[in-house]
């Protein structure tokens, strides 16, 4: 079974651009979680999508947003970019199931977004 | 207080010996426990989930957890070079999944 997938791997961008991410879950899995990782603040939650319908929500601003297509891929896309946006987002993928429980979680390889 | 806690480490053994990582958190509601580990410009890839109180075993790995005293470890028997990488501690309250700022261990030849 293929793993969760990733694009692009690197992305290099300017402040003030906005972006957009894109992951795709094990074939099977509802649920797709998105992570910022950082040296200083570890790996913090975005949000999560679930039969696209964003089901949870992590403490970042609004310029961070996302969504879920049919085939439960998800796109994360952030606007405005400043420079501490410059991170690892990883994106998860994992069953679904209840709303307050979360099932195991498989990790994509991550991209790596740099802010000029 | 940071809702998931570990110790950053380094945390060094030698190989062969025990690795004893620790996690500890805040809200009583956490219903699910999860341990990664995470190499060095890798994502982090699940190794052990543990849901309720004691041990669970799974090859050279144990998870432990206690619930009253809100602590879950992980045990790493015959520590082997290839186990050096950073550990993270995720935990489930309601709605969301936290994690820790990772222990990172370092096993010596």
């Known amino acids: 079974k293929a793993g969760v997938t990733q694009t692009p791997r690197y992305l290099i961008k300017t402040r003030g651009q906005q972006v957009t991410l894109s992951c795709s879950p094990i074939s099977g899995h509802r649920s797709v979680s998105w992570y910022q990782q950082t040296p200083g603040q570890g790996l913090q939650f975005l949000f999560e999508y679930f039969s696209e319908t964003q089901r949870n929500k992590g403490n970042f601003p609004g310029r961070f947003s996302g969504r879920q297509f049919s085939n439960s891929r998800s796109e994360m896309n952030v606007s405005t970019l400043e420079l501490g946006d410059s991170a690892l987002y990883l994106c998860?993928?994992?069953?679904?199931?209840?709303?307050?429980?979360?099932?195991?979680?498989?990790f994509g390889p991550g991209t790596r977004l740099t802010v000029l | 207080q940071k809702e998931v806690e570990q110790n950053s480490g380094p945390l060094s053994v030698p190989e062969g010996a025990i690795a004893s990582l620790n996690c500890t958190y805040s809200?009583?509601?956490?219903?699910?426990f999860f341990w990664y580990r995470q190499y060095s410009g890798k994502s982090p890839e699940l190794i052990m989930f543990?849901?309720?109180?004691g041990d669970k075993e799974d090859g050279r790995f144990t998870a432990q957890l206690n619930k009253a005293s809100q602590y879950v470890s992980l045990l790493i028997r015959d520590s082997q070079p290839s186990d050096s990488a950073t550990y993270l501690c995720?935990?489930?309250?309601?709605?969301?999944?936290?994690f820790g700022q990772g222990t990172e261990l370092s096993v010596k030849p």
């Open positions: 543990i849901y309720s109180n």
């Open positions: 998860a993928s994992s069953l679904g199931g209840s709303l307050s429980s979360y099932n195991e979680q498989f």
């Open positions: 995720a935990v489930n309250p309601p709605g969301k999944l936290i």
């Open positions: 809200d009583r509601g956490s219903q699910s």
